[in-house]
């Protein structure tokens, strides 16, 4: 006879968190938010951990290069989508390896021999005025000259004007050596009253261009998640079909960690992929596995060697697992059957296995009730692919504007991979769809906010760390009436923008 479990399918919105004392320490500059990565042995530190417990999903919607730098450079991580070539997803992670603060390679490039009418057309593909003039044309070519808008009247100087009579020579231009630090850069920048500086190599080769307007934005991120090297640090997803070639490349592109990505987790194959890093790499590799939603996927996976555990079936906004195949479970109890098998691990073992909550997350408030009831981190869709540096197109419908998210379970993404069984290599019928999501504006603000919102609700509790927050939060239950309550009731309420 089927086995029946006591408890009922509970989500994140069914539970509130009752306050606690504050002492007068409680305030959010006290909060820390600093939570392990991976997993640890009891009166040691983690090999890794993140300064936010926030990661972004393996999926193509979400977690390219660019989102990974916007996220690290807050304190969370993202992990490189794996639906894609082992080349490409490689390549993305090495860019984020190499990615220098506050040195962008030039995307506004034109040679000497050009009009102004060709540089025109091209700041309007890119929307940027200043242009390096490099021999090729390209933004690694050797540098000529650099023109911006103070160096020609677009309704007066004539578009057939060669760039070489407009812009400013090499000779004339102050520029600084590769391997200059960001501050030198800044000194150079404020000293002689410039706007941009141009870094060469020995061979007078541009490398990079430094903005003055962006100096603000690097200095006001102390919360940045750095290697040794202080390098952001940047995750990637892995399947468990091509993990012999594509572990290796993504390795060799200085990945920091690995996930199996995975709509289900508790399986052999999961088992064989962990061993394969295990055997070829010892505990030097880090990797995940997930995703489960019971105690015992959770010790499957840990036994397996897991150095964290993911945790969702079914709560994804986008999924439509649970519609198409009846599998899954709450987010709420899947969280916390599984970090209570943590727990106990650790008691047994002396041994700590981080939990991810992932997936199911509407509003920030949520996010605080996911990590009170044990999750070590949290793993988002939806909430990063509203921001700017998420990879997709943004939209303007019906007067609102709209980014595209879409599931690695649709048609669109087609990653079999994730819903493999190990029979078949195409995806027979979708378990994800296609969608628009309300546009949200830039990654730094979004996630300030929620940071804020989340270390308040921990200052009434009297929490200044995620530990204590789980050693120490109360929850209840609310029945449908008292989620009424919750929202404002009972007035008539002028139009909330
Ligand atoms: P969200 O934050 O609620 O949007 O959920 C994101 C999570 O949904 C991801 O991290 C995955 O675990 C999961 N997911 C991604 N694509 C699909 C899909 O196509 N079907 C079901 N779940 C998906």
């Not at 009247?153 to 004539?158: I, S």
């Not at 880090?286 to 996976?301: C, M, P, S, T, Y």
Request: a neutral charge; proline letters at 3%.
């Amino acid at each position: 006879m089927a086995h029946y479990l006591d408890d009922q399918s509970r989500t994140f919105s069914e539970f509130l968190l009752v306050p606690g004392y504050s002492s007068a320490e409680a305030e959010t500059a006290n909060v820390s938010l600093k939570t392990p990565l991976v997993k640890y042995k009891k009166g040691q530190k983690p090999a890794l951990s993140l300064n936010i417990p926030l990661v972004s999903a393996v999926m193509q919607a979400v977690s390219d290069n660019h989102m990974a730098v916007a996220l690290a450079r807050e304190g969370g991580l993202s992990f490189i989508y794996g639906s894609q070539p082992i080349e490409r997803q490689a390549a993305m992670v090495a860019k984020v390896k190499s990615y220098k603060a506050g040195f962008v390679s030039s995307d506004t490039n034109v040679k000497p021999g050009d009009t102004l009418a060709d540089l025109l057309e091209l700041q309007k593909k890119t929307g940027h005025s200043t242009t390096a003039v490099t021999e090729d044309g390209t933004a690694s070519g050797k540098l000529l000259g650099l023109i911006t808008s103070r160096d020609y009247q677009p309704d007066k100087t004539p578009g057939q004007t060669k760039i070489s009579a407009l812009m400013t020579p090499f000779t004339d231009l102050v520029c600084a050596p590769d391997g200059v630090s960001l501050q030198e850069a800044n000194d150079l920048l404020w000293e002689r009253k410039l706007n941009v500086l141009p870094v060469v190599d020995k061979k007078q080769r541009l490398t990079a261009l430094v903005f003055r307007k962006d100096y603000n934005q690097y200095i006001g991120h102390p919360n940045g998640l750095l290697d040794e090297r202080k390098r952001y640090m940047v995750g990637a997803g892995i399947n468990t079909r091509d993990y012999a070639e594509r572990v290796p490349a993504l390795i060799a592109a200085g990945v920091d960690v690995l996930c199996i990505d995975s709509s289900e987790g508790h399986s052999e194959w999961q088992k064989r992929t962990l061993e394969f890093i295990r055997k070829k790499y010892g505990d030097k590799v880090k990797i995940g596995a997930g995703n489960v939603v019971d105690a015992e996927g959770f010790r499957f996976l840990v036994e397996a060697g897991a150095d964290f555990v993911k945790v969702g079936i079914g709560g994804g906004s986008i999924c439509i697992t649970r519609e198409q195949k009846g599998i899954g479970r709450g987010q709420a109890s899947a969280v916390i059957e599984v970090a209570k098998a943590r727990d106990e691990h650790y008691k047994k073992t002396g041994l700590y296995v981080p939990i991810c909550s992932d997936g199911g997350i509407a509003h920030d408030y949520q996010m605080t009730i996911a990590l009170a009831m044990g999750a070590d981190f949290l793993m988002h869709g939806r909430y990063f692919a509203r921001f700017d540096e998420s990879p997709t197109s943004k939209l303007l419908i019906n007067g609102n504007y709209v980014k595209e998210y879409w599931g690695e379970g649709s048609n669109r993404a087609r990653n079999w991979q994730r819903y493999d069984h190990g029979d078949n290599s195409q995806l027979i019928f979708e378990e994800g769809i296609d969608s628009y999501v309300p546009y949200a504006g830039s990654l730094h603000d979004n996630v300030t906010v929620t940071l804020n919102k989340i270390k308040a609700t921990m200052c009434n509790l009297g929490a200044l760390s995620i530990p204590e927050l789980q050693r120490d939060a109360k929850l209840t239950l609310v029945s449908s009436i008292g989620i009424i309550e919750g929202g404002a009731h009972d007035v008539v309420q002028k139009d909330r923008k």
